[in-house]
Structure formats: C-alpha cells, structure tokens
C-alpha cells in the first residue's frame, strides 16, 4: 500500500472514530496536563476538536497542529474514564502519524529513530560511548536515590536528576537464555526493553532469579529491539515497522507459553500497539501475507499470538505463579508506597498484582499514596519537549509520595523510575525508588 493510501485510510478511520466524543469535557477532570496548565487545548476534547478537520489543517497549519498534538502525555487517563468510550490514544497516535507522514520528521527525530533507535546494534554501541563517557560529564547527587547531574551547565540535561547508564548493560551480562520448564511446568520469553537492559539491569537480573527459583524456563533471544514506543508516538510508522518486525524474527509464540516484561509501557505496546499499528507498517508480510488493507492481515498471525501471550512480570507471579502476600514480620517493617503506573492500571488494568508482590516480602508494609493513580508526568518525549511542564507535574506525585514517608516507593514501569527518582532527588528526598519484582527478590537471597 502507498504511504498516501495508508494516510488516507489513518484519515477516515479518525473521522469515524471522533464521531463518538460528546464534547462532555469529563477529561478535564483527570487530565494531569489540563490540571497543570488550565489550557483548553492540553485536554483531550480540545484536541480531539482540532482533529475534527484534521484534513483541511493539515494543509493550513501542519506545524501547529503537531504542536498542540504533541502537548500530550499520552496517559491514557482521558481514555479510562471517558462515558463514550472514545479511544484517544489509539486516535492521538493515528493523527500523529498522519501529520508525520505528511510533514516529515525533524532532523532531530529522524537521527534519533531512524539513525540510531532502528538499528540496535549501533543504538548499543552509542549508549555503550555514553556509558564509557559519562562520569567526565556527570556526578553524583543522590546515592539513595541512586541519581546523578550534570557537571557543568548542559542546553540537554538541564537541571535534570537522572539515573546514570549502567557500566554493563543486561545484554552483556546475559546474552541469551534458552531453558527448558522446570517445576512450574511453564515457559516464558522474556522481552527485556531498552530501560531495563541499558539503565536498570539489576531489576532484570531479579526477573531472571525470580522465573528460575519457580521453575519457570525462560527463552531470551539475543538482539532484541525496542518496543518502538518512542517511534510510534513520533508519528514515525517506518521505525516503529521495522523494529517490530526484527522482535518477530525474534520470538516465535509456538515457543512460549507466555511473554512476559517488567515494564509497563513495553507490556501495554506489544498488547495492544501492535495489533493496532501493524498493517500500516508493512508488519502483516513478516509472515508471507500481504493484505494491504490493514490489521486484517495480521490477526491470525505471529502480532495477535504474542500480543494474546503478553504479560506484566507482576500479573504473572500472582495469575499463573500464585505468588501472594506474606504477614508481615515485624512492626519495624519499611514503609513501601505504590505509584500506578498509566500504561499498567489504565491501559492493562493490572492493580492488585504489584501491591501483592510488593506485600509477598514479609518486611514491607504497603501504605497508599494519595492519588496513588495519578500520572508521573514523564510522556516519553513529551519529558524531552516540555520539561518545566513535566518536572511540575512530577512534583505533585513527589509530594504525595512524602506524605506517607515512605522508605520506598516501587513502581513497574522503569519510565515512571526514571521521572519518580527526577523529582525525589531534586527536592533532597532519600527514598529508594525500587520495581516491586526488586522487593520481591529480596525473599529469596535472605
């Protein structure tokens, strides 16, 4: 299908679809952009007005209307409790690869998606360079917290707190695994993700000790990619096609009982961007067929077979492991707060299972936040765009994070780590920011 016909037919899906949104303005109540600017055009019903006449802006003022695309955190809360069911992220994602289809990409996006995020084993070799690298242009600031700064005044960094790259990253650690079913009778693929293989490799090497002391084989290809989240929220369709067709080369569902992740985003990409993107990638031939009208192609195929099998790490030790809540072992148990992340509550509905992981090591005690449910304010790029924004949003789960006093706030998305540890660091706080598969682990080396 020609990149006009796949845009067209983005197009009148879009129509059909914003048929739906009743203007309410019910999203402005749980909008976490809205709350922070006030701005009628952050929320979604102003958006999704824009998007109305999508065809004829787009032709009268495309950079504009980016802009106010690209104010969106894409956090699925407008989507989760909107009456009409209208699906704005599936629609937000649409408009924005329409809109770069026709624009283009940045200089900026294009060497970053498709000069260096599309090829994994360049992609290694940069943040390997970054690693080797960063400590002459980074120190410390928070070793509870575990973050760093930068040394000197930085036009990218800012005044960022950030986690620093890891010296070994997981995929040198553990290149592969291939074992077969122990006790548990079970077998997993692990999909590793960019986060937790180049900044948090401990929490999959906890992944790893936890499937094994259940018995669980685990089938870990090397050269995986990345989801291509970043990719397909950049609008860039021709990224995003290709690193999903590598990760099918990769994985074959005929191999694996389930496909399990501990990150949140990548769980919530797999299960359901994939189906949804995949016939306007040019994904559907992977497996020989060339139905170029869509989705079609692929729903019998390798997509909806991985995506049916896709799992949050926390999801299965509680649904397939039956890991559950041990009774605490003492009263000096460490306060252990939860932060939902948006891709796993909104999106996944996966709620308890984290808060029964965490609660499986007898010395965490799980005290809930206020607004335990409210977004981070990270948005993957939308960090990298709007910082002042996104920091201030971070400040309000910061705060709600101190008012338990918390020793530790867990969380499963790495992203969330990332803007959680953000926003704890530059307000002096020492709170440990851990997975809750981390907590677990602990169990088992005591």
């Known amino acids: 299908m020609s990149d006009m016909k796949r845009l067209a037919l983005m197009l009148k899906e879009l129509e059909e679809q914003l048929t739906v949104c009743m203007k309410c303005g019910m999203c402005q109540s749980v909008c976490p952009l809205f709350e922070e600017t006030g701005r009628e055009a952050d929320v979604a019903r102003g958006k999704l007005a824009l998007l109305d006449g999508l065809g004829r802006e787009m032709f009268d003022d495309p950079a504009g209307v980016a802009e106010r695309l690209n104010r969106c955190l894409l956090c699925g809360s407008c989507a989760a409790n909107c009456p009409s069911g209208v699906r704005v992220l599936d629609i937000f994602i649409k408009a924005r690869a329409i809109l770069a289809g026709y624009m283009g990409l940045s200089p900026i996006k294009r060497a970053a998606l498709r000069g260096m995020l599309a090829h994994p084993e360049r992609f290694d070799r940069l943040v390997a360079w970054g690693s080797r690298f960063q400590k002459y242009f980074t120190r410390p600031v928070n070793d509870l917290v575990g973050t760093s700064c930068a040394r000197f005044v930085s036009p990218l960094i800012g005044g960022r707190h950030f986690r620093p790259i890891a010296e070994t990253p997981f995929h040198e650690r553990t290149p592969a695994l291939d074992t077969a079913a122990g006790a548990s009778g079970l077998r997993v693929a692990f999909y590793v993700g960019c986060l937790l293989d180049k900044i948090f490799p401990e929490i999959a090497e906890d992944v790893v000790a936890v499937l094994n002391h259940h018995g ?3 089938y870990m290809p090397e050269g995986q990619a990345c989801c291509g989240i ?38 919530s990409t797999i299960k359901e961007m994939w189906p949804l993107m995949a016939g306007r990638c040019g994904v559907d031939k992977v497996d020989g067929v060339d ?6 192609g692929v729903d019998g195929g390798k997509i909806s077979a991985i995506a049916a099998k896709a799992m949050d790490i926390n999801q299965f030790l509680v649904s397939k492991l039956g890991v559950g809540a041990a009774p605490e072992s003492s009263a000096g148990a460490a306060v252990v707060t939860y932060h939902d992340p948006c891709h796993l509550k909104k999106s996944l509905k996966v709620v308890a299972e984290p808060r029964i992981v965490i609660r499986a090591n007898p010395e965490c005690r799980l005290v809930e936040m206020p607004q335990s449910d409210w977004c981070c304010g990270l948005g993957g790029s939308f960090n990298l765009q709007y910082y002042q924004t996104s920091a201030a949003i971070g400040r309000r789960k910061r705060d709600n994070i101190r008012a338990v006093d918390p020793a530790v706030v867990a969380t499963g998305c790495p992203a969330c780590m990332l803007q959680i540890s953000d926003a704890l660091s530059r307000a002096g706080d020492r709170v440990a920011v851990r997975h809750p598969v981390q907590l677990y682990a602990r169990t088992l080396r005591a």
Not at 291 to 296: E, T
């Open 230 to 267: 970043p990719a397909l929220s950049s609008g860039d369709l021709k990224t995003f096609g290709a690193l999903t067709r590598r990760n099918l080369e990769r994985f074959d569902p005929g191999d694996f009982d389930y496909l399990v992740t501990a990150c949140a985003t990548c769980t």
């Open 291 to 296: 139905k170029a009208d869509g989705v079609d």
């Open 216 to 218: 669980v084989g685990i």
